[in-house]
């Protein structure tokens, strides 16, 4: 069954959501059928590429019209959510950057099975890490630690490859009415608005997973052997 999601690096309950999905997957006896797609999604597609803002609290201050001690208190209750779920968030150092190419290389993992991977270095390397996102250096890393090769990234970011893609996914949030993200959809059928507690993505799950196994049973096989050749070159 799928799940997609559409996310921000730049979107620190998304991080959170990651995580309590995560946590719901791990008690659900199904998880090894749920194939998780990550979807594209720009909370501010105007964000300079070059870094312009000294961290998270100067940019919303700057963004909001609010003091920077204003942002400091506004996202107190956001890094505490995040400690809760054992994540670090740390937006004194976080480097706020244009997440577009980010998400080219999400696409590129995708391909590969790594996105899961990929979307997880991405968010430690902004939020924990105070890394540039949008850098290609930073960029190659976190795609190179999760097991994409250096060159497929370097041909992406010398290209425009996955930009459609990522165009496509932020047309499907508006078509499909995504007013904000984390945005879970499951089996295309139930959703999960913003980043709520790991029971309420289970129950979803359970719900949405019964109804899709009943339409996908198991194939169940009665099977009358004879002679074969198997993948290890062997015919026996």
């Known amino acids: 069954m799928k799940i997609e999601i559409w996310s921000d690096i730049m979107c620190p309950f998304c991080y959170i959501g990651k995580k309590h999905l995560e946590t719901a997957l791990k008690q659900f006896g199904d998880a090894d059928a749920i194939d998780v797609v990550w979807k594209s999604y720009q909370l501010d597609p105007y964000i300079p590429r070059n ?31 995040a400690a809760n779920a054992g ?11 244009n997440s577009f190419d980010a998400h080219r290389l999400v696409h590129l993992a ?8 990929v979307k997880e270095g991405l ?4 939020f924990t ?9 930073v960029l190659i890393a976190v795609g190179t630690a999760a097991g994409v090769a250096e060159a497929e990234i370097a041909a992406v970011l010398d290209s425009e490859r996955y ?6 996914d932020i047309r499907e949030a508006r078509d499909i009415g995504v007013r904000g993200v984390p945005f879970f959809v499951f089996n295309r059928k139930y959703a999960v608005s ?11 799950l359970e719900k949405s997973f019964a109804e899709w196994r009943a339409e996908n049973p198991k194939v169940t096989l009665t099977v009358t052997k004879g002679p074969t050749c ?5 015919c026996e």
């Open 110 to 117: 995708q391909t590969q099975g790594l996105a899961n991977a």
């Open 129 to 137: 890490e105070g890394k540039d996102v949008n850098s290609r250096e």
């Open 51 to 81: 870094p312009e803002y000294k961290n998270t609290y100067a940019y919303l201050a700057a963004s909001k019209g609010m003091s920077y001690d204003e942002a400091k208190r506004m996202t107190a209750g956001v890094t505490q959510a």
């Open 123 to 126: 968010f430690r390397a902004h």
């Open 194 to 204: 913003g980043a709520q507690p790991p029971d309420v993505f289970l129950q979803t």
């Open 163 to 168: 930009s459609d893609e990522v165009a496509h």
């Open 230 to 234: 198997g993948p290890d070159g062997r």
């Open 87 to 97: 994540l670090t968030l740390d937006f004194e150092q976080a480097v706020v950057a």
